[in-house]
Nanobody, 116 residues
Framework: QVQLVESGGGLVQPGGSLRLSCAAS????????MSWYRQAPGKERELVAT????????NYALSVKGRFTISRDNAKNTVYLQMNSLKPEDTAVYYC?????????WGQGTQVTVSS
């Protein structure tokens, strides 16, 4: 079955950096676009970034553009989210998402907390 496992979250000070990883299995990873979403307490889940199947095109939420970079390694079935210049408002649970012919799949999420 499809599995998405996020890692790399944690506590970081404002202005710091983190790199999230999402290891995928159970589907042909290189055939599908991948996305990162986040959900802050009391707020709806929102799209952060998307990358096409071969990695040639990316899109970002305006709130993270210029600070976050999504990338993927199809040989490792892994998608990444490099987060720089982190702000307290980036605090959220970050989720990896894949939409395949089997349906929409989510990881369990990884907590990112930006605080001094």
């Amino acid at each position: 079955q499809v599995q998405l496992v996020e890692s790399g979250g944690g506590l970081v000070q404002p202005g710091g950096s983190l790199r999230l990883s999402c290891a995928a299995s159970g589907f042909t990873f290189s055939s599908y676009a991948m996305s990162w979403y986040r959900q802050a307490p009391g707020k709806e889940r929102e799209l952060v970034a998307t990358i096409t199947s071969a990695g040639g095109n990316t899109n970002y939420a305006l709130s993270v553009k210029g600070r976050f970079t999504i990338s993927r390694d199809n040989a490792k079935n892994t998608v990444y989210l490099q987060m720089n210049s982190l702000k307290p408002e980036d605090t959220a649970v970050y989720y990896c998402r894949a939409a395949t012919w089997l349906g929409v799949h989510w990881g369990q999420g990884t907590q990112v907390t930006v605080s001094s």
